[in-house]
């Protein structure tokens, strides 16, 4: 109630769970028993109510995504679960996803077991945003990427036939679709982990988000480059 009265003072919020393991919402079967969007802290909290938050900050990864379980995301990139197992002959995308993997260490944190490594899908991005009730976002791993990779990025869905199609959670939907993908230049991810500012950031890395935000049609306000606490960049209100 003291919070109620005095705007100086603020409380943050952090969900435990991402969208995508919402019981209703979420991409069945892998999915939880809580509601996992801005609208959940209702009912976690038997306090405060949704429309007191005045900043709901989605996180994602921002130059690829993960993911882990018996789901299979329309944009999945085919990698062995030992690496030690991919082919001489594997793919240029294969080999991206394999880096990525490696990079950014995607293996569950307690069961060590490797995530699968999915392109940046902005469709699913769009519905996940819409239904958690976010109004800006913060990209993560802006580092996991190389001048010598180019980044394929899902702009939208289709059918079989060819017509537009929008996300719906449930695999047996996702199976029938069909990703459609732009690709960007990549930047080093190497000096993207020195900057400090805005101003720093590649040249390829400013664009990137850029077009991002623009697709999404939220403000992205903070982007990480790397696994260190400052390795952060903030521009509030980004807007180029």
């Not at 379980?69 to 944009?75: I, S």
């Not at 079989?160 to 459609?180: A, F, T």
Request: charged fraction near 25%; include cysteine; hydrophobic fraction near 30%.
């Amino acid at each position: 109630k003291e919070l109620d009265k005095d705007s100086s003072k603020a409380i943050i919020f952090e969900g435990a769970q991402a969208l995508g393991l919402d019981p209703w919402l979420g991409t069945r079967p892998d999915t939880t028993s809580s509601n996992t969007s801005a609208y959940g802290i209702r009912e976690g909290t038997a306090y405060w109510l949704p429309y007191q938050i005045k900043q709901n900050i989605g996180i994602f990864k921002i130059v690829y995504s993960s993911s882990v379980g018996a789901r299979r995301m329309p944009t999945h990139v085919d990698l062995p679960k030992n690496l030690a197992d991919l082919p001489k002959n594997a793919s240029s995308e294969q080999k991206w996803a394999a880096y990525v993997r490696e990079e950014a260490h995607e293996y569950g944190t307690t069961t060590g077991r490797p995530r699968d490594i999915t392109h940046l899908d902005l469709t699913f991005i769009n519905y996940n945003a819409r239904m958690a009730g976010v109004n800006q976002l913060a990209g993560t791993h802006l580092d996991i990427a190389r001048e010598t990779d180019t980044i394929k990025i899902c702009t939208h869905y289709t059918d079989k036939k060819g017509k537009n199609v929008v996300y719906q959670p449930g695999l047996r939907y996702q199976e029938n679709v069909i990703p459609n993908y732009v690709e960007l230049p990549g930047w080093d991810g190497k000096k993207c982990r020195m900057a400090k500012r805005k101003e720093q950031l590649p040249k390829n890395a400013l664009k990137f988000l850029s077009f991002i935000q623009k697709k999404i049609g939220l403000p992205i306000v903070v982007a990480t480059t790397g696994p260190k606490r400052e390795n952060t960049v903030t521009f509030p209100g980004y807007n180029q």
